[in-house]
């Protein structure tokens, strides 16, 4: 395993839709223990293929392994189904994005699909900080960032760090 470079914000790689994985291979087993890896590493909660420069709807996540035993997905061609209509804001940060907490409000509960590395397809009803951290790393996949979907004073107030990193 190895720990990989992440990219950065505003590396235009972050902004481009993925591609299906389809079938699982040898090389997409190394990308997700890679990717899992690097995600401990940061540290993080998840971690979307194309933050590693690798374009494909792959991501891997554990929200809770700060505070609890790891239990790390790999989501392979993920999709959310049925989101609540109950909302929850919680602030979001980004391992590629450093130093922007981004509040988000999104639907507080989802159902989320994938396929594991094993080529089962499964789903499981997501809540809490599980529910975000896969709506955030969906998000990745279709090229769309958390600083997208700030509101404007909060965008306004990370303005200068975005900036910054822009300038890189």
Same mark, same amino acid.
């Given at each position: 395993?190895?720990? $990989?470079?992440?990219?950065?914000?505003?590396?235009?790689?972050?902004?481009?839709?993925?591609?299906?994985?389809?079938?699982? !291979?040898?090389?997409?087993r190394?990308?997700?223990?890679?990717?899992?890896?690097?995600?401990?590493?940061?540290?993080?909660?998840? /971690?979307?293929?194309?933050?590693?420069?690798?374009? %494909?709807r792959?991501?891997?996540?554990?929200?809770?392994?700060?505070?609890?035993?790891?239990?790390?997905?790999?989501?392979?061609?993920?999709?959310?189904?049925?989101?609540?209509d109950?909302?929850?804001?919680?602030?979001?940060?980004?391992?590629?994005?450093?130093?922007?907490?981004?509040?988000?409000?999104?639907?507080?509960?989802v159902? $989320?699909?994938?396929?594991?590395?094993?080529?089962?397809?499964?789903?499981?009803? /997501?809540?809490?900080?599980?529910?975000?951290?896969?709506?955030?790393? /969906? !998000?990745?996949? !279709?090229?769309?960032?958390?600083?997208?979907?700030?509101?404007?004073?909060?965008?306004?107030?990370?303005?200068?760090?975005?900036?910054? %990193?822009?300038?890189?």
């Amino acid at each position: 395993m190895a720990v $990989l470079q992440i990219l950065t914000y505003p590396d235009p790689r972050l902004r481009r839709p993925c591609l299906p994985v389809g079938a699982v !291979d040898a090389a997409v087993r190394q990308l997700a223990a890679d990717m899992l890896e690097t995600m401990y590493a940061a540290p993080g909660r998840g /971690l979307a293929a194309p933050q590693v420069g690798v374009m %494909l709807r792959l991501f891997v996540m554990d929200p809770d392994w700060r505070t609890g035993p790891p239990a790390p997905r790999i989501c392979i061609d993920p999709e959310i189904l049925d989101p609540s209509d109950a909302t929850a804001t919680c602030e979001e940060g980004c391992l590629s994005i450093p130093g922007v907490p981004a509040p988000v409000t999104r639907p507080a509960e989802v159902t $989320l699909c994938w396929t594991g590395l094993d080529g089962i397809r499964r789903s499981e009803r /997501l809540a809490g900080i599980a529910a975000t951290c896969a709506q955030h790393e /969906l !998000d990745h996949l !279709d090229g769309r960032l958390c600083i997208d979907l700030m509101d404007r004073a909060a965008r306004a107030a990370a303005a200068p760090v975005l900036a910054a %990193l822009e300038a890189r």
